[in-house]
């Protein structure tokens, strides 16, 4: 099995540039619960710089009567309502429309669903593949009408086994994870490849900045040696510690490599 590093560093050879770009629509109830998270920090970085390029639709500018309604009653009786097909579709058809204006690359239509594939670190590199655009679609209520997932949804995904109230944080947490794996989107690309599930799907050693000295608690030794083999020796055993400690079951992975490797 490749490390996750490995696999990225193999996306850049295929042309995953710095100069890439993820051409985003997300479908939603409520984009401005999106739009400053997405203006900000990193994320509103690879927005200015040209290398994410989203768009939030409001699913009821889909829906055709006055009241701007979204949702009904599920047939067969039950709790709460759900999303219509008709105003999913007509949504869904516009998110194509936006997306054929931007890019010659067909779309992957992904449902954010408590029901979907899990996402982690490494599941997430399969949503990168060929930077192919994205249509999320953040569903409400009891959830969205069977059949807009027949039709049109390609990939369900999950960002956890808990349901949340709608997929609007559960977008914004993938294209998060997402973006800071575009090269040229992190300041420095090293500090995604040395983080947490990167390496052999070690946690990432433990870090210190000044002061050298907080109340009687001081900054490792070795890590001031200047001797950066030993510093090396001493992160890769301390990732190991800690992984073994707080995620036994990331340290006993198939994935990870044993040390006799
Ligand atoms: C209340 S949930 C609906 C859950 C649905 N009734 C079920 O039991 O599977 C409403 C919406 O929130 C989003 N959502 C909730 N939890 C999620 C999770 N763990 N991962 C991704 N999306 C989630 C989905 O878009 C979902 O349609």
């Not at 939030?56 to 067969?76: C, E, I, M, N, W």
């Not at 807009?148 to 559960?170: Q, R």
Request: neutral net charge.
């Amino acid at each position: 099995m490749k490390s996750s590093s490995k696999q990225l560093s193999e996306k850049q050879d295929l042309g995953t540039t710095a100069s890439a770009t993820l051409d985003v629509v997300v479908i939603t109830l409520f984009p401005d619960v999106l739009t400053p998270y997405l203006n900000s920090s990193i994320v509103g970085r690879a927005v200015k710089s040209g290398q994410f390029r989203f768009h939030a639709l409001q699913l009821r500018d889909f829906s055709l009567d006055k009241h701007r309604t979204v949702d009904s009653a599920p047939y067969g009786g039950g709790e709460g309502m759900v999303l219509r097909v008709d105003v999913l579709h007509r949504a869904w058809a516009r998110a194509c429309e936006i997306i054929a204006e931007k890019s010659t690359l067909k779309p992957r239509t992904v449902l954010l669903s408590p029901q979907g594939r899990l996402l982690t670190q490494e599941s997430s590199q399969s949503l990168l593949e060929g930077m192919r655009p994205l249509i999320l679609v953040c569903g409400h209520y009891e959830g969205v009408d069977e059949r807009f997932i027949d039709l049109c949804v390609d990939e369900e995904w999950s960002v956890g086994d808990y349901v949340l109230t709608g997929g609007e944080l559960p977008a914004l947490v993938i294209l998060d994870c997402l973006l800071r794996q575009v090269p040229g989107v992190l300041g420095n690309f090293d500090s995604f490849t040395s983080d947490s599930f990167q390496k052999d799907g070690l946690l990432k050693y433990p870090q210190y900045t000044r002061p050298e000295t907080f109340e009687g608690h001081d900054v490792p030794d070795v890590l001031k040696s200047g001797n950066h083999g030993k510093v090396e020796k001493w992160r890769r055993l301390q990732s190991e510690e800690r992984t073994a400690r707080k995620r036994p079951d990331l340290a006993r992975s198939p994935k990870r490599p044993s040390r006799d490797d």
